[in-house]
C-alpha cells in the first residue's frame, strides 16, 4: 500500500520527545510491514528527518510553547482567535490549503492518510476529509486541556483552556468519525471516543525505537533518577505531586536528580535533590539511577518515558497512571497512589540496590511484546483503507461537515 502519513511534526533521525518517538515508532511500523509511506508535516529546527520515506515539507517550525518568546505566543492566539480555531491548530496555518492538496495531487495514487494526531489534520480538515483515513490519537487532547483548566493559574488562563479544550473536543470526535479506523496508544483514550467508533477503535502498542534497546553500563550516580520535558503541563503536574508530597517522606541521605527542560526550580528542602536541567544521553542517565520513580499523574495517553523505563529493565515505582497502554507491568515495577506508600517502596527498593541488588530484568522481552501486538494492530486494520469505497486513489470529492479556516493564506 502507498500511505501518506500526515503529522504537525514529522517523524526524525533522532527522536527526543515521546511526541517524536511515538511518531517514529508508527513510521517504523508501517515500513517494517513493506509499505510505501509519504510523509506530509513540518520538521522543528535543528532536526533531520527519519531515513527510508518520501519527506514532504511544508517548512520548519517550532511549536513548544516554552522554546518561543511571548510575541510568538501571542501572534498564535490572535491567528487562533480569528480563525475560530484551537491554538494548536492556529499554528499550522502558515501554509496554505491549497499547497497541501498539490502535494496530496502530486503523491496519487495512494491508498489512504494517516492522521497523526489532531493539530494538522483540524487545521486543513477541508483537504483530509476528502480521503479515506485513520486518526491516529496520542491523546484525547480536549480531557487534558479541560485538566488544565482545572489547575490554571488565574481566570484568563483558565478560559484559554477551556476554550481550547471546546475546539479539540469538536475536531476530535470528527476526525475519530470520519476515519475507517482509529489508533489510541492507551485503552482508556480508545474509550474515551464513545461507542460510535467503538467497534473500529484499537490501541496500538509503541515501542521508543524499532532496535531492543541495551541498557549502558555506567555507574550509579544517583539513587533515584527522573527525566522528562517538565514544561509540558501533565508531566509538570507529576513532577509537583512527586516535590510536594512524596519528597518530604523519603530518606534525607537519599541522592534524587531530575532532569529535563524546566521552567521554575521548585523550592524543596530535601538536602539530597538535584535538578541537572538537560543532559547529554536520557539512557544513560536513566541507567546511572538505583530506581526510576514513575510519576504522571493526569493527562491521556500512553507514558512513554514508562515504556522506556521497562525496555531498560530498570527497577521502579508508578503511579496507576503511569501504566496507562501497558497491559503488563514488569515484575520489578510497584504500583501505588498514596504518596507515603509511593516513598516507602522506593525507599525499600533503593535499600537492595544499595545493598547490592540491582533489581534489573530482562528488558528486551517487554520491548518484543510491545513490538508484536503493534504490528499486528498494523497488519489487522490497514486493509479497511483498501476497501473504503474507491479504496483512497481518487479523492472522495464530497463536502466536508466541518471546516477550519486555512487563514487565507
Not at 509499505?35 to 532536526?47: C, D, K, T, W
Not at 496508544?185 to 477503535?201: H, P, S, T, Y
Not at 528542602?269 to 526510576?292: E, K, M, Q, T
Amino acid at each position: 500500500m502507498h500511505l501518506i502519513l500526515v503529522s504537525s511534526l514529522v517523524p526524525v533521525e533522532n527522536p527526543a520527545s515521546g511526541f517524536d518517538i511515538a511518531n517514529r515508532a508508527l513510521l517504523d511500523g508501517l515500513v517494517a510491514l513493506g509499505h510505501r509511506v509519504s510523509v506530509v508535516g513540518f520538521l522543528q529546527p535543528g532536526r533531520a528527518p527519519a531515513p527510508g520515506c518520501q519527506m514532504h515539507l511544508l517548512g520548519e517550525l517550532e511549536v513548544t510553547n516554552a522554546k518561543v518568546g511571548r510575541l510568538q505566543k501571542s501572534r498564535w492566539l490572535a491567528t487562533a482567535l480569528l480563525n475560530r480555531t484551537s491554538v494548536s491548530s492556529a499554528k499550522m496555518l502558515g501554509v496554505s490549503a491549497s499547497r497541501i492538496q498539490s502535494i496530496l495531487d502530486g503523491l496519487a495514487p495512494f491508498d489512504g492518510v494517516v492522521l497523526n494526531s489532531v493539530q494538522l489534520p483540524a487545521a486543513f480538515a477541508q483537504v483530509f476529509r476528502r480521503y479515506p483515513s485513520i486518526y491516529v490519537a496520542h491523546n484525547v487532547e480536549a480531557n487534558s486541556a479541560l485538566e488544565n483548566a482545572e489547575r490554571a493559574r488565574g481566570a484568563f488562563e483558565r478560559y484559554l483552556f477551556r476554550r481550547e479544550a471546546y475546539y479539540l473536543e469538536r475536531y476530535e470526535q470528527q476526525l475519530a468519525q470520519d476515519a475507517v479506523a482509529l489508533w489510541t496508544f492507551a485503552e482508556a483514550d480508545r474509550l474515551g471516543f464513545g461507542r460510535a467508533v467503538d467497534d473500529r477503535a484499537f490501541v496500538l502498542p509503541l515501542v521508543t525505537g524499532w532496535a531492543a534497546p541495551t541498557c549502558p553500563v555506567v555507574a550509579r550516580e544517583h539513587d533515584l533518577g527522573l527525566i522528562g520535558t517538565w514544561s509540558w503541563r501533565p508531566n509538570r503536574l507529576g513532577l509537583d505531586w512527586f516535590l510536594d508530597e512524596v519528597v518530604a517522606h523519603l530518606p534525607t541521605d537519599m541522592s534524587i536528580a531530575v532532569a529535563g527542560q524546566l521552567e521554575g526550580t521548585p523550592a524543596v528542602s530535601h538536602p539530597g535533590l538535584r535538578f541537572v536541567g538537560r543532559v547529554p544521553d536520557a539512557r544513560a542517565f536513566v541507567a546511572a539511577s538505583g530506581v526510576v520513580p514513575l510519576i504522571s499523574r493526569g493527562g491521556t495517553g500512553v507514558q512513554l518515558k514508562s515504556i522506556e523505563t521497562f525496555e531498560l529493565g530498570m527497577p521502579s515505582v508508578a503511579t496507576s497512571a503511569s501504566l496507562r497502554g501497558i497491559d503488563a507491568a514488569p515484575d520489578n515495577c510497584v504500583t501505588t497512589d498514596d504518596p507515603r506508600e509511593f516513598a516507602r517502596r522506593l525507599a525499600e527498593k533503593v535499600d537492595r540496590v544499595r545493598a547490592g541488588s540491582s533489581q534489573r530484568a530482562d528488558g528486551t522481552l517487554f520491548h518484543q511484546a510491545q513490538k508484536s501486538r503493534m504490528m499486528q494492530v498494523i497488519r489487522d486494520v490497514l486493509p479497511a483503507l483498501a476497501s473504503d469505497g474507491v479504496g483512497g486513489r481518487t479523492a472522495r470529492g464530497s463536502q466536508p461537515r466541518w471546516t477550519v479556516h486555512d487563514g487565507g493564506r
